[in-house]
């Protein structure tokens, strides 16, 4: 059976948003090395494979949104949805320390398959969901480790990225989750805001769609509770800021 490179909830859901999960899953497909990378379980269990606990909140704040969502259903460590086509990390071979033995022969042939299978695909359904609408409003979905390459611990609860060409939305939902309390909010961190040819870049700043990056620390999102949670605290926030601006 052919592996769908995506998953697609709530499709026909009224709400302008559109909520992308470039990094949800782990999963290896069998055509890429028997349906592994070369790398132990443990390691395909961590950060360097999906956006622990993403997934979840893609869910259920898409739910509560009454929004459409997608999500792709191949590791990041396949081929990297959230770069550019000519991006030299779109296929990893060491991620944070772990050497990808799967990944250390691909060469451009390997690349365009891989292309083809999984990157392009996922893209090609995302603009077509965006693109049914012309006041459609991205919110995507990442997660974070909180340490990166053995450096300090990274002190957000969540981050806020957005790119000097459209920074609207996202500087309206800073300031109002700066206002919330107890909460840590990163600006820009712990990953600048802009990426050429990275999927907000596609998706939302070339065809001006109005959009915001959410990076949530996956140690308050690995179980179901905390992405309910963080979901339902966000849903109501979202709704309030986009109002707000009206964009």
Wanted: with cysteine.
């Amino acid at each position: 059976m052919t592996h769908k490179p995506y998953e697609i909830v709530g499709k026909d859901r009224p709400a302008r948003w559109l909520v992308t999960c470039d990094h949800a899953t782990n999963r290896v497909p069998d055509c890429i090395g028997g349906g592994a990378l070369g790398i132990a379980p443990a390691d395909m269990d961590r950060h360097i494979a999906y956006d622990i606990g993403a997934a979840g909140v893609t869910h259920r704040l898409a739910e509560r949104l009454n929004a459409p969502a997608i999500l792709s259903k191949f590791s990041r460590l396949v081929i990297d949805p959230n770069r550019g086509e000519d991006d030299p990390t779109l296929v990893m071979k060491l991620y944070d320390s772990t050497v990808i033995p799967e990944n250390r022969a691909v060469d451009a042939a390997e690349t365009k398959r891989r292309l083809d299978a999984f990157y392009r695909p996922y893209h090609d359904a995302l603009e077509y969901l965006a693109a049914r609408r012309t006041d459609t409003v991205i919110c995507a979905v990442h997660s974070f480790t909180p340490r990166l390459f053995g450096r300090s611990d990274r002190p957000w609860q969540i981050g806020i990225l957005y790119s000097h060409v459209d920074p609207r939305l996202a500087l309206a939902l800073l300031d109002r989750l700066r206002a919330e309390p107890g909460l840590v909010v990163g600006e820009n961190e712990p990953y600048g805001g802009h990426l050429d040819g990275d999927s907000i870049d596609r998706h939302a700043l070339r065809p001006g769609r109005p959009n915001v990056l959410i990076e949530i620390r996956h140690d308050l999102i690995r179980t179901e509770d905390g992405q309910i949670a963080w979901a339902d605290r966000l849903a109501p926030i979202l709704e309030e800021v986009l109002s707000a601006t009206n964009l």
